[in-house]
């Protein structure tokens, strides 16, 4: 029985011995051991793991400062300082893990190379690497539209440029200063109403990077305007910038030859426009009129979201009023005799009814509100409501003694007619 048991653990050493079992693995190694003084070699980085590493280099720079490896190896061009000793460090990011998504963390791996004035001891030996260009300048930088303020010069990075609204693309030229490096982010670009940032980015042949920005504006005055009471209100064309409300969706619309944007939710359409005074806001919008209607301010109170109107509420109890509901300024109506905290406001439902709301300021509490008439008898001041309750006494005073009077004077009466 001995001998059984033996020859079973045996047998499973040996296999466990003879099956190739995979673990992760994470190195970095490089090109060379010697390298030129501002010279360049090239590093690997990776192994059986998958993630983003960190690099960092002492004595020497880097093409890029991370890499993403996935079960294999990258490549990076370190180029060298110019004498001692080029040290080179990978660090696995956070998250780093190995071929099953297992988190790895193996932690730093360095790599060494040294610094000599000839790669190996024979002379007439051709060296290991040449030194890659690091001029990542641009020569020329010219747009086809408007003018580039400063004018350009290869030192200066950063540059405004100023368009008229009705300029939607832009062509941008630029050459670098060496025919090695590359340029990303000319040709035709796309731009819109308001602030567009465009990056020109010139890769070295050693990888160094430098970015070029264009900070171009194009005129965001409104080509279209309406009339809405005293005022003409201009559709906004900065469409990024519109704090669209939520479930609205947009569509193109045609006003005197211009395009507009309008936004609608179930029978609601809404734009979104600049007054006079430059304050802008949500109009409720006549697609077949081609008329404002109404403010359209969407507020959110305790989690539900209302849309709120500046509809005039005609009733002689109701005195209109602006208060402030979560920071923003809406059109409320107070009653005359009622307490200051409640009001009613005008919200529009997703089917274009508009209804009465009764909202608390103390409690920033909303509900629905029927009619005006039993909310106003409830709330008449208490001094009212005493004179109204003395008033009624005294009518029934007047009433029992006028009755007891009647009484006293058909009993006399009675009592005469039986002496008689």
């Known amino acids: 029985m001995k001998l059984y048991k033996i020859g079973i653990i045996g047998i499973w050493i040996i296999l466990c011995w003879l099956v190739p079992v995979e673990a992760a693995s994470f190195g970095i190694n490089s090109s060379t051991k010697e390298v030129l003084p501002n010279g360049a070699f090239t590093i690997s980085v990776?192994?059986?793991?998958?993630?983003?590493?960190?690099?960092?280099?002492?004595?020497?720079?880097?093409?890029?400062?991370?890499?993403?490896?996935?079960?294999?190896?990258?490549?990076?061009?370190?180029?060298?300082?110019?004498?001692?000793?080029?040290?080179?460090?990978?660090?696995?990011?956070?998250?780093?893990?190995?071929?099953?998504?297992?988190?790895?963390?193996?932690?730093?791996?360095?790599?060494?190379?040294?610094?000599?004035?000839h790669s190996n001891s024979n002379p007439n030996k051709p060296p290991t690497s040449i030194p890659k260009s690091e001029n990542n300048n641009l020569s020329e930088l010219i747009v086809d539209q408007g003018e580039l303020s400063p004018n350009f010069n290869e030192n200066i990075t950063e540059y405004t440029l100023n368009l008229p609204a009705n300029v939607q693309q832009l062509t941008i030229r630029a050459t670098a200063s060496d025919a090695k490096s590359l340029v990303n982010g000319i040709g035709e670009i796309n731009v819109f109403a308001g602030n567009n940032d465009i990056a020109i980015v010139v890769t070295a042949e050693n990888g160094a990077s430098k970015t070029y920005m264009i900070k171009a504006y194009v005129d965001e005055t409104p080509e279209v305007y309406l009339n809405y009471k005293d005022e003409k209100v201009g559709f906004i064309r900065n469409h990024r910038e519109i704090p669209l409300p939520e479930g609205f969706t947009s569509s193109e619309h045609i006003i005197e030859g211009h395009t507009v944007l309008v936004f609608s939710k179930g029978s609601i359409d809404i734009i979104y426009g600049q007054n006079e005074k430059n304050e802008r806001g949500f109009y409720l919008f006549d697609k077949n009129q081609n008329m404002l209607q109404s403010k359209f301010i969407p507020l959110k109170i305790n989690q539900t979201n209302f849309f709120i109107m500046d509809t005039e509420i005609k009733k002689e109890e109701l005195l209109l009023d602006q208060i402030l509901i979560n920071e923003t300024q809406v059109s409320c109506y107070k009653f005359k005799n009622g307490p200051e905290h409640y009001c009613l406001l005008n919200v529009l439902k997703e089917d274009g009814k508009l209804v009465p709301y009764i909202y608390e300021s103390t409690e920033n509490t909303i509900q629905l509100y029927h009619d005006f008439t039993p909310y106003l008898s409830v709330q008449v001041e208490g001094k009212n409501q005493n004179t109204i309750i003395y008033i009624l006494i005294s009518f029934l005073i007047l009433a029992v003694g006028t009755i007891i009077l009647l009484v006293l004077k058909i009993k006399k009466g009675i009592s005469n007619e039986k002496t008689v």
């Open 46 to 117: 990776g192994g059986d793991c998958i993630g983003r590493v960190d690099l960092s280099v002492s004595n020497g720079t880097l093409s890029t400062n991370s890499v993403w490896v996935e079960q294999g190896y990258a490549s990076v061009t370190v180029t060298a300082g110019g004498s001692g000793k080029v040290v080179v460090t990978a660090t696995p990011a956070i998250g780093f893990s190995d071929a099953d998504a297992n988190i790895y963390s193996p932690g730093a791996r360095s790599v060494s190379v040294n610094i000599t004035s």
